[in-house]
């Protein structure tokens, strides 16, 4: 039998938990928006052709904020297209993904949908074809309160109340040559820190993310950063990463150790912009927003032909179907992003539904959760307090892509009340018995202990079959003394809850 040990001790706290983690992200690609979260034939719509269904899968995945409306389709929206009266709106060609966008749900409706979930909206401005008077445009339609012409525009538009939105991307994968109007750095990162300092010159609350590398692949990875960290460093406030994940070639045990390259992308953006900040001895810190992440089969995307020359509204683009091992691999990227919560204080999950997404839905049908859900919502509900990352002694095993790594990875979480644990087995084939020593923190009994586990890694839900793969039982959990006894399956991701005294 595997053994592995797990310390948790207080002084091992990195950060207390900023809910803007559990973020995640809706594009106006495929289906994500039209008969996504929006469709007003659907027998479950409200006033707005909001599908309420989809609005009850959102709470119970516990997202937070929302990045909106791009992604790439940013780099060539026109904000004013999505205002003002639905008949009036122009339908525009959008070239990112090849396809029609109708503007039936813009700015307003979307921070109306936001309402109904309890999120925040996290909004991108258009740096690809656009610049910084667009960019003040668009942040004074949404925020300045009235007496403008365009504050007066948005109240005349039926919104009454500013939507008060203080985070704000200044464009989207600005290095990416796919991205409409991309840039090299210098010049991205000149019209990044003239775009931030005048957005904050409107209104210094702002906190605004300048784009990162779109991914740790790029060629110009690092450099990027730092060139792009030169020009804006203090202007702005975070700085954005992206990754997606997808196992090749039939290496699962390299898969299950993605969130490893996830760990070296951040240490490498935290090394240069500290690099940067040191430099220009400022006395700010830059904080990472990684505001992609997810599993996304690219390779397949890429070889398939959806994108293609037909001019479509709402193609079906990007809807991978996740499977268990996906699912592992999703909360062990989310563990991931907590254990460095003290420097990536913002994330988006990309996306939310259909494109990429834990939630489907089917036009005038059904919506379900994918296999990707259930970590995500479980790590939002029971992450609270102070995040600590845990001493683990575990076997490693050996990976063609990462190197060794370890088969346990684990992060958790405490407040006045409760203990949560997170953890990942990547073993392809062995349980492992696990002792979490959580004497430090007066536990007195087990809240709950839930499994994603199934003896067929590739198992998925599917439109004929949505619940096919779900949270189950740890069965065998035991807590005495403060020690708690697990056996964790074969490539599974597990939750253990236990209240304090
Ligand atoms: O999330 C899908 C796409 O991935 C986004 O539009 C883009 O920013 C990234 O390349």
Known sequence: MTRATILARRDDAVASVDRRIFGTFVEHLGRCVYTGIYEPEHPTANADGFRLDVVDLVKELGTTTVRYPGGNFVSGFRWEDSVGPRDKRPVRRDLAWHSLETNQVGVDEFARWLALTDSELMMAANLGTRGIEEALDLLEYCNHPSG??????????GTTEPHGIRMWCLGNEMDGPWQTGYRIAEDYGTLAARTAQAMKAADNDL????????????????DWERTVLEHTYEHVDFISCHAYYQERGGDLGSYLASSLDM????????????????????SKQIQLSFDEWNIWYL?????????NNEWQVAPR???DTYSVADAVVLGGLLITLLKNHARVRSASLAQLVNVIAPIRTEPGGDAWRQTTFFPFSATSRLARGTVIVP???????????????????SVMTHDDDSVSVFLVNRSLTEPVDLTIDLT???VTSLAEAATLHDDDVYAKNTIDDQERVGLKPLHGAELVDGVLALRLPPVSWSAVAAHRA
């Open 263 to 282: 760990q070296y992308f951040i240490d490498t953006v935290v090394a240069t912009a500290d690099h940067v900040g040191r430099k220009l001895r400022s």
């Open 440 to 442: 430090e923190f007066q």
């Open 391 to 409: 001493r683990i002694d575990a076997p490693t095993y050996a990976t063609a892509v990462h190197g060794e790594a370890p088969l346990i990875d």
């Open 207 to 222: 906190e605004l993310v300048v784009c990162g590398s779109s991914g740790s692949g790029m060629p110009t990875f690092g």
């Open 299 to 307: 390779d397949e995307h890429r070889a398939s032909d959806e994108v």
């Open 317 to 319: 683009q990007l809807e």
């Open 148 to 157: 403008t012409a365009l504050s007066d525009q948005r109240i005349a538009n």
